[in-house]
């Protein structure tokens, strides 16, 4: 999964070579042998990698609050959402749910990493919600939405069908 992610996120960023991934361990963790030697693991480590090889670090935050948040989430990300057991699956999305209340975007009202990786992690998530959930996880519903449109995000994963009459109150179409 991981490593999808990876190569959905060199895509997104533009950049034209791709690298060449493995992954250690149980968990498998992916591995990157950059060009000059050095071995980066881990998925955080490598897509911060890749932000700044594309030369856009605007997505790490542009103030130390922010690069905080993105980190906060990324964190969050590999924490919590990845390898979540089934039954936890609810508590994250309410706490998503909860934290997504006042925001567009998981750093604030900012486009960053922690957005792109958050969708790739809660994508396997959301495309299996019914309608009445979608609608239950109101915020999470339409920031993922947002986000699954963002120009270059989504790239192999199947688009989310989100009923925008049942889930967003009417005049906000």
Request: glycine share 6%; charged share 25%; net charge positive.
């Given at each position: 999964?991981?490593?999808?992610?990876?190569?959905?996120?060199?895509?997104?960023?533009?950049?034209?070579?791709?690298?060449?991934?493995?992954?250690?361990?149980?968990?498998?963790?992916?591995?990157?042998?950059?060009?000059?030697?050095?071995?980066?693991?881990?998925?955080?480590?490598?897509?911060?990698?890749?932000v700044?090889?594309?030369?856009?670090?605007?997505?790490?935050?542009?103030?130390?609050?922010?690069?905080?948040?993105?980190?906060?989430?990324?964190?969050?990300?590999?924490?919590?959402?990845?390898?979540?057991?089934?039954?936890?699956?609810?508590?994250?999305?309410?706490?998503?749910?909860?934290?997504?209340?006042?925001?567009?975007?998981?750093?604030?009202?900012?486009?960053?990493?922690?957005?792109?990786?958050?969708?790739?992690?809660?994508?396997?998530?959301?495309?299996?919600?019914?309608?009445?959930?979608?609608?239950?996880?109101?915020?999470?519903?339409?920031?993922?939405d947002?986000i699954?449109?963002?120009?270059?995000?989504?790239?192999?994963?199947?688009?989310?069908?989100?009923?925008?009459?049942?889930?967003?109150?009417?005049?906000?179409?």
């Open positions: 999964m991981a490593l999808r992610e990876l190569s959905s996120l060199e895509k997104c960023l533009g950049l034209k070579k791709p690298n060449k991934y493995s992954t250690q361990g149980e968990r498998k963790v992916p591995v990157l042998q950059n060009n000059n030697g050095a071995v980066l693991v881990g998925l955080v480590t490598i897509a911060s990698h890749l700044h090889e594309a030369k856009k670090t605007e997505l790490l935050g542009n103030s130390a609050e922010e690069r905080a948040l993105v980190q906060q989430w990324l964190e969050y990300r590999i924490a919590r959402v990845d390898n979540c057991p089934k039954d936890e699956l609810k508590v994250i999305l309410k706490e998503l749910n909860h934290y997504l209340e006042d925001k567009v975007y998981i750093a604030g009202n900012v486009f960053t990493l922690a957005d792109i990786l958050m969708y790739y992690g809660i994508h396997h998530i959301v495309v299996e919600l019914a309608i009445q959930e979608k609608e239950r996880y109101l915020n999470v519903t339409r920031w993922f947002h699954q449109h963002y120009p270059g995000v989504r790239h192999n994963l199947p688009p989310v069908v989100v009923l925008r009459n049942r889930v967003y109150p009417s005049g906000h179409h």
